[in-house]
């Protein structure tokens, strides 16, 4: 599984991010886990609300820590209720440290104000050593627009498909959300898709679904929720396949190598 710096973080993260919101038991999961990160999976998603900490407690006790980058979210809005939220989660996943932690589903300019008192928290945990990156998930237009233009916000989670399936963009093109996307790359942010099967509707083409996302220079990984070690080692097959047939420019801010097959940065 090729690795890339995730923007000027200079975090290396699979093109791959297994995402956890599939409710799986603490075992199950930690199996899953496991077995992505022997294949090269080392970009784990969660948030408090999936269920899956206890997962990937148990898998992190197997693993080298220092190898694996994991996000967290939180939903809350204020400084105090983000704070705890850090807290729920390095208790949790017993880890000193997450490496990057979301305001989650920030889907309008007024949104992302309204979470100015949980964006002072995040700051404060980074500056703390806490966590490592600040940034933010969005299903909006409006919002990737507008993050190349905040400087706190280093990496974006954001919805984009082959069908441009479950966008906010207030009529406007698919074709915008990859030109605001491609700003916040150019920006030096670390930016990674979700819903790239669109809750699954594009999943009776996987290739299709997955090399658009990955085709997309500016793009660093692509986040799909697993729930068996068949299905990840098949999702793993196409990535492999399709980013070997490709080739990836990496992030101008995070200096790094050019992906080899195989190789890891």
């Avoid at 899956?52 to 994991?70: C, E, F, G, M, N």
Wanted: hydrophobic share 40%; proline share 3%.
């Amino acid at each position: 599984m090729w690795k890339v710096n995730l923007g000027a973080t200079g975090l290396p993260v699979s093109r791959l991010s297994l995402g956890t919101d599939t409710r799986l038991d603490r075992d199950t999961g930690a199996r899953l886990l496991q077995r992505a990160f022997e294949l090269g999976v080392n970009f784990w998603d969660t948030d408090e609300t999936y269920g899956t900490h206890p997962s990937i407690q148990k898998a992190l006790k197997r693993l080298d820590r220092s190898q694996v980058v994991i996000t967290a979210k939180t939903y809350k809005m204020d400084r105090e209720g983000a704070r705890r939220s850090v807290e729920h989660s390095l208790r949790e996943m017993e880890t000193e440290y997450i490496d990057i932690f979301l305001l989650h589903a920030i889907d309008s300019a007024r949104q992302f104000q309204e979470h100015g008192g949980a964006l002072e928290a995040l700051l404060e945990a980074k500056e703390g050593g806490l966590i490592r990156a600040v940034g933010l998930s969005t299903h909006a237009l409006e919002m990737v627009e507008a993050i190349p233009e905040i400087p706190e916000i280093e990496v974006v989670l954001a919805v984009l498909n082959l069908g441009g399936e479950r966008i906010i963009r207030g009529g406007r093109s698919q074709e915008e959300m990859e030109e605001a996307l491609r700003r916040s790359y150019e920006a030096g942010q670390g930016v990674y898709l979700m819903k790239v099967l669109a809750r699954g509707r594009l999943a009776r083409d996987l290739e299709s679904a997955l090399g658009y996302a990955l085709g997309l220079p500016y793009v660093h990984s692509v986040c799909v929720g697993m729930k068996t070690i068949r299905e990840l080692e098949m999702n793993i097959a196409i990535v492999n396949r399709q980013v070997a047939g490709a080739k990836y420019h990496s992030t101008p801010s995070a200096r790094s190598d050019p992906c080899l097959p195989g190789r890891h940065l």
